[in-house]
């Protein structure tokens, strides 16, 4: 199967601290590289845990609090420093690239690669290449955010090779028969594409789902994903804190993994105050057993 | 004496790497905190080396690339966030306000305390109180940059005790000598001021200077001061490339040094691509033996 994983560059919340950096995750799709938001100092993150943005081409910016894009320029500056002549392509909400352009204009560089930018439309699908397909979604925030699917293309049925040894079809057949089609022998037999193929991996589905408070009009997005990130800004104690404020506790990020029958639940964007979030682990798993903690630097594989 | 000393947050040049951060230093004047330059990761430059913002009035802003403000929005937000309230003064070239009102603007962000811009003049002096004066000047590089003088004010002379236990001199007549002024007895014998006082310590004074090209012009600007802070982004071998990218050398920071009769010169934003400066110290000792390598999370004390 092919890489399909993501690093952990930082899932704290708003305010940085000694152990947590804000929200930056590098997805890895066989060679591709795509960037869910770029908190301050994302840029160090991926020195720091070796991830490299040689193959970086798509950076995907969830909304507009400083803790999901204050490093995108940084990284922007770093790229064309550096001498990057590959196009790179900025998702975002719009204000980002009036944004964007000022501070190049006011250093007065002239990128040396195109920067893209395209604006995020309310929700579908955003990205499109032969293996993935990304699409975006509205989450329930203060201001305008959206959630990310990364999902994988349905692959072709595959032809077994006892099949192909025996009976040598011909390239036409080959292509019809990993579409779904039968063989039909000479003599008007037909052997049942299900005898003759397997079934190739299920498509994995990647959910990215900060900040939001907790909303069950996600569900239809999130059904059945492999892994699901979603924010666990509070603890149960703070429920209230995390109405008011759009945020969803530990607790609800389980309820809505449950509900939206994911496969695991991956926990982050933890508050600053606390100095460790194994308790919301804790209280995650009384809903959802298949909850994880993010950690900084760690892979997640799909 | 008060405390008057920087401590260096940044002293990595554009591009950061695993050992250097982008610029940024703390100066402490007493209980004021200023500081200068504010690159990427400031903030969590602070809580690593425990330096407090808790006093921090005054941001001072040398130039609008970005290895020297990117950390500036996210410091703010992080102010705002631990619910500041007392004024926050920034000093900057005049497009640093769009580009923060911006950002506030898109995350809509209205500031619990009062965000007070100050463009640059073109030189001058920008920051008073009643024991140190800020001075901007401008600087030799690619886009706008100026350097600062951070100047304490001359201190009153001191009277000697012996003299005023002996004549008990007026409130007024204290504040005169203070100023300069000799005490005349009632038999019209003048006590000369040099006897009855003594004279404080020299006013210090400390010079910010990057980035910036080998410029003799800033000569007038440094004349005497006591700790010179000036860039040596690149080594002998690349004088041809300092001068392209309007950058110095360690010699060259040396070399002005020694001609503005600087008491230290402190070496800082180095290039990227040396894993250790210490070639740059041994270039600019060549020239000026009391020169340093500024180190991050060091203090220096004028």
Redesign the interface.
């Known amino acids: 199967m092919l890489d399909f994983s993501i690093t952990i560059l930082g899932n704290g919340s708003?305010?940085?601290?000694?152990w947590q950096?804000p929200s930056a995750q590098m997805l890895h799709y066989n060679q591709h590289r795509f960037l869910i938001d770029c908190g301050?100092?994302t840029?160090?993150q991926m020195?720091?845990y070796q991830v490299s943005y040689r193959n970086l081409s798509h950076i995907f910016i969830s909304h507009?609090?400083?803790?999901h894009y204050?490093?995108l320029?940084?990284l922007i500056?770093?790229l064309h420093?550096?001498g990057r002549e590959k196009p790179l392509h900025v998702y975002g909400?719009q204000?980002?690239e009036?944004?964007l352009l000022?501070?190049l204009?006011?250093?007065?560089t002239r990128l040396k690669f195109p920067l893209l930018f395209h604006p995020m439309p309310a929700s579908g699908i955003i990205y499109e290449d032969g293996d993935l397909e990304v699409t975006c979604f509205p989450l329930n925030h203060?201001?305008p955010t959206w959630g990310f699917l990364f999902r994988e293309k349905p692959k072709e049925r595959n032809l077994r090779k006892d099949f192909v040894a025996k009976y040598h079809p011909g390239v036409a057949q080959m292509h019809q028969i990993k579409q779904g089609a039968d063989f039909v022998l000479p003599d008007g037999t037909a052997l049942p594409n299900r005898d003759i193929t397997k079934t190739p991996p299920k498509p994995r589905c990647y959910a990215f789902c900060s900040d939001t408070a907790y909303d069950e009009k996600l569900i239809p997005y999130l059904r059945g994903v492999d892994l699901l990130y979603h924010e666990a800004t509070f603890d149960d104690a703070m429920a209230d804190k995390a109405a008011e404020k759009y945020h969803s506790t530990a607790r609800q990020a389980a309820q809505l993994a449950a509900r939206a029958k994911v496969d695991k639940l991956l926990l982050g964007h933890f508050s600053a105050r606390f100095s460790t979030p194994d308790h919301l682990l804790k209280e995650a798993r009384e809903v959802f057993p298949h909850t994880f903690l993010s950690v900084q630097g760690d892979t997640y594989a799909l």
């Open positions: 708003a305010v940085p601290t000694a950096n301050e100092g840029q160090m020195i720091k507009l609090h400083g803790d204050f490093g320029i940084g500056s770093t420093l550096f909400p204000p980002l009036q944004i000022m501070q204009k006011a250093s007065d203060r201001i």
